[in-house]
């Protein structure tokens, strides 16, 4: 089946950039949605399909999808970005089942 | 306003049997595929199964598949999901998402609160 690998965590200041990279065999061919999910609370839809935002969702957040690698960036990072994130694919060779990477831990400074 | 609203969570013993649904609201549930999603305490988020929207198609994760089964009442806008053989690893809080665009490959727009399901003698 198919594997998407994320860091565990990663620290930003507020005000920088925080970069999430989610890692998949071939990642590029698929598209990959964001999840943003706050202590308590259900996820929520940040990107979709590699780059697209949902409304609602600030600019501050975007996305990319190339090779192996697919990365969720938030510009100008605010207290409030503090969560998890999850990526996810859909692995169409494995009927149609839903991945989600481990998930990364965001930590504002 | 897009609305899911689980329930039937609750405690039950190993090799017990447990039955989820999933109200929706606001918006055309027979245009959509849904899914199920849990996520054990402390850990990540685990695609369970889903299911098209004429119930005709339905997919499982695994470590499910022969136990669980996903099914969809359109007339009355619910989702279930009924879960048989239950394991302490099946403890969770299962959340239930809606697949955008009417298609199977699709990002989960929109999710419930979440139900938790506890395993355990």
């Known amino acids: 089946s198919y594997v998407l690998t994320q860091p565990p965590s990663v620290s930003v200041a507020p005000g920088k950039t925080a970069r999430i990279t989610c890692g998949g065999n071939n990642i590029g061919s698929k598209s990959v949605h964001w999840y943003q999910q706050k202590p308590g609370q259900a996820p929520v839809l940040v990107i979709y399909?590699?780059?697209d935002r949902p409304s609602g969702i600030p600019e501050r957040f975007s996305g990319s999808n190339s090779g192996n690698t697919a990365t969720l960036t938030i510009s100008r990072v605010e207290a409030g970005d503090e969560a998890d994130y999850y990526c996810q694919v859909w692995d169409s060779s494995s009927d149609h089942q839903a991945v989600f990477g481990g998930g990364t831990k965001l930590t504002v400074l | 306003e897009v609305q899911l609203v689980e329930s039937g969570g609750g405690l039950v013993q190993p090799g017990g049997s447990l039955r989820l649904s999933c109200a929706a609201s606001g918006f055309t549930f027979s245009s959509y595929w849904m899914s199920w999603v849990r996520q054990a305490p402390g850990k990540g988020l685990e695609w369970v199964a889903n299911?098209?929207?004429?119930?005709?198609?339905?997919y499982y994760v695994d470590s499910v598949k022969g136990r669980f089964t996903i099914s969809r009442d359109n007339a009355k806008n619910s989702l279930y999901l009924q879960m048989n053989s239950l394991r302490a690893e099946d403890t969770a809080v299962y959340y239930c998402?809606?697949?955008?665009?009417?298609?199977?490959?699709?990002?989960?727009?929109?999710w419930g609160q979440g139900t938790l399901v506890t395993v355990s003698s």
């Open positions: 299911i098209k929207q004429d119930g005709s198609e339905k």
């Open positions: 399909y590699d780059s």
């Open positions: 998402a809606r697949a955008g665009f009417g298609v199977v490959i699709a990002p989960f727009d929109y």
